[in-house]
């Protein structure tokens, strides 16, 4: 197991740091630099452009340095916890993004566990009651589900909300809580928004969950063990949860790994729908106006604490699965 | 001959005994089945599997749309009519004033103003009628960009400045939606097709070199893919994305968009392609063909790339929904395609904000012929999967 786990961890290693200079090449790209998108500004409103304070601008920036640098520069900065500094808010780009990072993965990670716990129920109930009327009802929901983008959900249900109950249900805080300190009543306004994101982001989710369950525990219940059980006069309940569930439960824990980038995916488009104070709409704007270095680190926290955890479900599913370690 | 025998053993059990006629019958049913090539059988399981057949009716219907989209719009998907800016959808009646039932067709709409809000009120005029007609002339265009013509699929007899048909309402310049629905089926409808084959080619090379060889080059380009696919694509699309120049031309735009796509795709089918290889080169079949000599390419290409060919296109079909639906999200954010190009995404821009969403929701029609096709592409690409393992029971 040690061994596995230490395994891991080098992998991670030599990922974060692929990882970094995949960000900072992607922010590379575009042909220009943050000086000349503002250059730019400044000719189209009439200003007149004077080269030698680009030069100094550029300069104070770190722009003139040869790429290798700047990225060796960057990533020793972010060792130390500098993440370099936004040109579009003139501030430091470690205050601006913690937050809004912390509340992506809050409502990636419930969106999980939503998922799971609603994906798992309705699927054993699927399986167990197959071609049922309530059957019938979750295998279309849940191929609906898997068709509709969630951003284009995210729209129905904003649209929804003006229309008939007259409300935004965008953001995640009412107007009273958005800038105030982070409180228990700031908490409460939290969760009461927080439905809308979860909703959006776990139908897509849980519906690919119910399909797999299903599935799983379909092939599971038609195996002769089962019988024997039955048989032996092994109660239902008891029969069901034994061995059939515990079985079929084991893709469903692998999932959880490649769940998360996917949330992470889900929750950056939804958040430009529903303007919610997250990761999406910030990322939008610094690559739209080539915020390099907000945009960079963006991505860089982003994937960083993607990879972070799946390799954490991968050690649980390791030690859940002792087949695993030795693949 | 020794199967037919058996199942004539097992029937003389039965109760009933057949009469001749009908084990004759039989026994021809059995055959049929026996001797059908492996792309007949495929094709009769596709054909049980009903929802995929219904599915493919739909993605054949799509994309004749997207080929002959001058014909079956019925505008022009530019030109405006500027006193229908953000019309409802026209409502089609079939029985008129005085309780008689007619042809389908339309009122004519008159615009009022609210004196108060000062916004565009559309009515129905039950004076003037418009029976809609199948094959109408309309706006001349070219039919594969060849022959001209006039005739659309259907439309209304009225000049332009008095009446138009908007089946799925007006967008903000007062452009008819479902022609530009028809129109951005184009864009939306090919890039999942060039994109999943851009991706197609990638993953069978490193996928094929992967499972092929094994090894250390499979460790490498395994670890590759693990990498790629650990970074969540989105922000990764958005940032190639936002690194393509906002001027392009739409062409260009739309090869780079593609090329975005398929760096993120070709990793799904890179690992379908080496599990079957890997599963393949142990078969006796391969080792068979090694022994007789064979070339290493006409192992592949021969031998192993047909039993494979049928799982390959399944799984085809299953990733161009997950590409049409980041081509729409790409789009839809502003970083994709942009106008005067249409998509369905670049339409569905419209709805961007609760404001206009609220006053037209209309504009989140092109919605559903995403949704529509992303569900049949996946029913479809289920309907292949299934039928790709013709023996399995």
Known sequence: MLQYIIQRLLLMMITLVAVSLVSFVIIELPPGDYVTAYAATLASSGDSVDQARLDSLRKQFGLDLPIYQRYLKWTWDILHGDFGYSFVWNKPVSELIWERIGLTFAISISALIVTWVLGFLIGVYSAVRQYSFGDYLFTTFSFIGLGIPDFLLALVLLWIGFRYFNTNVGGLFSRDYQTAAWSFAKFVDLLKHLWVPLIVLGVGGTAGLIRIMRANLLDELRKPYVETARAKGVSERRLLLRYPVRIALNPFISTAGWALPGLINGATIISVVLSLPTAGPLLLNALLAQDMYLAASFILILSALTIIGTLISDILLAWLDPRIRYQ | ?393
């Open chain 2, 1 to 393: 001959m020794q199967r037919v025998e058996k199942s004539w053993l097992e029937r003389a059990d039965e109760d009933t005994p057949l009469s001749e006629q009908d084990f004759i019958e039989e026994v021809k049913g059995d055959e049929k089945i026996f001797v059908a090539s492996y792309l007949q059988l495929m094709w009769w399981r596709f054909l049980k599997h009903k929802m995929a057949l219904i599915s493919a009716i739909i993605v054949i219907l799509f994309y004749l749309v997207a080929i002959f989209a001058e014909f079956v719009a019925p505008y022009n998907p530019d030109n405006s009519f500027v006193q229908f800016k953000l019309a409802p959808p026209t409502q089609i009646h079939i029985v008129d004033t005085n309780g008689k039932l007619q042809r389908p067709f339309i009122y004519k709409t008159l615009r009022e103003r609210d004196p108060e809000t000062l916004r565009n009120n559309y009515v129905e005029d039950t004076e003037t009628i418009y029976p809609i007609r199948f094959f109408v002339q309309g706006p001349e265009y070219e039919i594969l960009g060849r022959w001209n013509a006039t005739t659309h699929l259907f439309g209304v007899d009225a000049p332009r400045d008095e009446m138009g048909f908007f089946l799925l309402g007006a967008d903000r310049l007062g452009r008819d939606l479902f022609s530009r629905v028809c129109y951005g089926a184009r864009i939306s409808l090919t890039i999942g097709l060039v994109a999943v084959v851009v991706s197609l080619v990638v993953g069978i090379v490193l996928g094929g070199v992967s499972g092929y060889y094994g090894g250390t080059i499979d460790n490498v380009i395994q670890r590759l893919i693990e990498f790629i696919r650990s970074i969540p694509e989105i922000p990764l699309i958005m940032a190639l994305a936002a690194a393509l120049p906002a001027d392009l031309p739409v062409v260009q735009l739309y090869f780079g968009i593609t090329i975005v796509l398929a760096f993120v795709g070709w990793t799904g089918l890179a690992r379908v392609v080496r599990g079957r290889f890997l599963s393949m080169r142990e078969e006796d079949f391969v080792m068979a063909a090694r022994f007789a000599g064979s070339s290493e390419m006409r192992i592949i290409l021969r031998h192993m790339m047909p039993s494979f060919l049928s799982h390959i296109i399944a799984s085809l079909t299953l990733s161009i929904p997950g590409i049409i639906l980041s081509e729409t999200g790409l789009s839809f954010l502003g970083l994709g395609l942009r106008a005067p190009a249409i998509s369905w995404g670049v339409l569905l821009q419209e709805a961007q904000n609760l404001r206009s969403v609220a006053l037209a929701p209309w504009v989140l029609l092109p919605a559903l012929a995403v949704i529509l096709t992303v569900l049949a592409f996946n029913f479809l690409g289920d309907g292949i999967r299934d039928a790709a393992d013709p023996y399995a029971k």
